[in-house]
């Protein structure tokens, strides 16, 4: 994928003619017909259902929407840097990508990304930009290149029934892992959440976060250092005594829900509640943040330069800002997901879906969530997750 990306690098754009955002008749118009490739995680069946629901409300704009089902996003981006090497600017395979982090920063930087389209969508109107991290993805702007659609934020589960008081600091982790041992884990990296889960703990162990709002360079290693040496600790500690490890978020909650575990991470404050209520998980657990605050962002949709349906992809970007659909991923029985809307935008109408929400048992809410940390450099994320597969990995 870097030989790609670097191929992608050197060669001159050839951008196909593409609808004007601006025009949004002219979008509608082109995308009336049009099928959407939306390349996305399918590794949560309540995320499949919400975006089959999207598709059921672009239909009434003639849009089709495929879901093509990732485990990881690189998948998606591997394919667009494939068809850049081989010439194909025209007609490509992926229209829209969840996208975050490491793949949005290398498809921006080599040009690989249609647009600056999300400010020209209708519904941006409505988008919390100043409240919200919107506009920078792991701190690069988005500069209109990728359009979000959900907030996150990092939480800890706990089933309150072994554990009352979850630890609130990674210190306190690692003391509570030695106690119980066997009884935390987290989901192997490179997959997203265990990255995440790195970082956070890096976070608190680092000298001075605020390196790692830079790209990461000579002093990584010595950056780094505190959190591999917390790891050597506690990896014996682990489930399976971190010689085995859940593959995705999903799994992971299967093993609190069957007793395995006591404590996970989660990037979605309203996962815990919404796998209350679809049997997923006890009803006795409940989240909390740590003492010094949470990783938080928010999740984007883009579109690649050869996008064969990039105005069908706009309809679909759009609908995801859409009040209906913001409420429904809010909702803790569809998704749990943090709005990305600011309520004083909306109409009184549009304002009271969020105001009927019941978030649930288990959700915090934004008072008790606090201020989201802000994502390091995207740089961070990659080298970590293939320091960890170096030192921890099968």
């Not at 999207?54 to 690189?74: M, R, Y």
């Not at 989240?287 to 990783?295: P, Q, S, Y």
């Not at 809307?341 to 909306?346: F, G, I, N, T, V």
Request: no cysteine; aromatic share 8%; proline share 7%.
């Amino acid at each position: 994928m870097r030989a790609l990306l670097a191929l992608a690098l050197l060669a001159t754009p050839a951008f196909a003619d593409q609808p004007d955002p601006t025009d949004w008749d002219a979008v509608l118009a082109e995308a009336e017909g049009q099928t959407v490739y939306w390349n996305a995680w399918g590794g949560s069946t309540t995320t499949n259902d919400f975006i089959a629901w999207i598709g059921e409300q672009v239909s009434e704009h003639g849009v089709t929407l495929e879901h093509v089902k990732l485990s990881d996003t690189a998948d998606a981006v591997a394919r667009v840097l494939s068809e850049k090497a081989a010439g194909v600017d025209a007609g490509g395979a992926v229209d829209l990508i969840w996208i975050n982090g490491a793949n949005f920063a290398s498809m921006k930087e080599a040009d690989l990304l249609f647009g600056p389209f999300a400010e020209s969508l209708p519904n941006w109107r409505l988008v919390d930009v100043d409240g919200k991290t919107v506009t920078t993805d792991f701190t690069v702007p988005t500069e209109g290149f990728e359009s979000p659609w959900a907030m996150a934020q990092v939480v800890v589960m706990h089933d309150t029934a072994t554990v009352p008081e979850v630890p609130r600091s990674a210190k306190a982790l690692l003391d509570w892992a030695r106690a119980n041992p066997g009884r935390f884990t987290f989901p192997q990296p490179p997959d997203f959440l265990g990255t995440t889960v790195l970082k956070q703990l890096l976070i608190e162990l680092v000298e001075d976060p605020a390196v790692l709002q830079s790209a990461a360079g000579d002093d990584y290693d010595a950056v780094t250092a505190p959190l591999w040496a917390y790891l050597d600790e506690l990896t014996p500690l682990l489930w399976r005594s971190g010689e085995a490890y859940p593959q995705t978020g999903p799994r992971q909650l299967q093993l609190m829900n069957d007793g395995e575990i006591d404590i996970a991470f989660s990037f979605s404050p309203g996962e815990a509640t919404a796998a209350i209520a679809n049997f997923e998980l006890p009803e006795t657990v409940r989240t909390a943040v740590l003492e010094g605050g949470t990783l938080g962002n928010a999740s984007f949709v883009a579109i690649p330069y050869n996008a064969a349906n990039a105005a069908g992809a706009m309809v679909v970007a759009n609908e995801l800002l859409s009040p209906e659909a913001q409420a429904r991923a809010q909702d803790p029985d569809v998704l749990g997901y943090g709005t990305v809307l600011d309520m004083e935008a909306l109409s009184p109408e549009d304002r009271a879906r969020f105001e009927a929400l019941d978030l649930g048992i288990a959700t915090l809410s934004p008072a008790e969530l606090g201020q989201a940390l802000p994502e390091p450099h995207p740089s961070w994320a990659e080298r970590l997750a293939a320091e960890w597969v170096e030192r921890y990995g099968a």
